[in-house]
T-cell receptor, first 115, second 111 residues
Framework: KAGVTQTPRYLIKTRGQQVTLSCSPI?????VSWYQQTPGQGLQFLFE???????NKGNFPGRFSGRQFSNSRSEMNVSTLELGDSALYLC??????????????FGPGTRLLVL | EDKVVQSPLSLVVHEGDTVTLNCSYE??????LLWYKQEKKAPTFLFML????IEKKSGRLSSILDKKELFSILNITATQTGDSAVYLC???????????FGQGTTLQVKP
């Protein structure tokens, strides 16, 4: 089974621009979560989508948004980029393991640099 | 507010040593605790511990969960240089369902 894929892998933008990141989950997974990872803050949860609906949301400003399509692929959008948005953006898809718990598997991430 | 605290933040050992990484948590309606290993790329899944599975083992790695004292440990025996990585602990509560990550423990294994 192919793993979680993310595109692009690297991105350089300037302040004020917007960016769209894409994530394709493991085949059969219906839940996709997005995280921002920075050296200072560690891994922070952005939001989670399940069956095209946002299920959970972290404490990020409205400039961060996302969506999920019927094939479970997900996109994350950041508008009006700020220098502090430079980070590794990770996507993770979930499988329902036995007992109803969910194990998340991560993609390789998109490294965003805002100049 | 839900939180996960890992200790130590960094650790340097020599090959063959045994290490124990700690993860304590405060979360509403605990559901599961997950351990990940992160090298220079995305985190890779190691273990998931739940109320029905409080001890896991895979090769030289093992982990236990103490739901009463709200902590977990990740144990690595006979460490190798390939074990050098950041080890992340994450906890999921049923109220929000989202994973809360700790800051991670950076492990360096010297030859």
């Amino acid at each position: 089974k192919a793993g979680v894929t993310q595109t692009p892998r690297y991105l350089i933008k300037t302040r004020g621009q917007q960016v769209t990141l894409s994530c394709s989950p493991i085949s059969g997974h219906r839940s996709v979560s997005w995280y921002q990872q920075t050296p200072g803050q560690g891994l922070q949860f952005l939001f989670e989508y399940f069956s095209e609906t946002q299920r959970n949301k972290g404490n990020f400003p409205g400039r961060f948004s996302g969506r999920q399509f019927s094939n479970s692929r997900s996109e994350m959008n950041v508008s009006t980029l700020e220098l502090g948005d430079s980070a590794l953006y990770l996507c993770a898809s979930s499988a329902l393991s036995s007992g109803g718990q969910e194990t998340q598997y991560f993609g390789p991430g998109t490294r965003l640099l805002v100049l | 507010e839900d939180k996960v605290v890992q200790s130590p933040l960094s650790l340097v050992v020599h090959e063959g040593d045994t290490v124990t990484l700690n993860c304590s948590y405060e979360v509403t309606n605990f559901r599961s605790l997950l351990w990940y290993k992160q090298e220079k790329k995305a985190p890779t899944f190691l273990f998931m511990l739940t109320s029905s599975g409080i001890e896991k083992k895979s090769g030289r790695l093992s982990s236990i969960l103490d739901k009463k004292e709200l902590f977990s440990i990740l144990n690595i025996t006979a460490t190798q240089t390939g074990d050098s990585a950041v080890y992340l602990c994450a906890v999921r509560g049923s109220n929000t369902g989202k994973l809360i990550f700790g800051q991670g423990t950076t492990l360096q294994v010297k030859p």
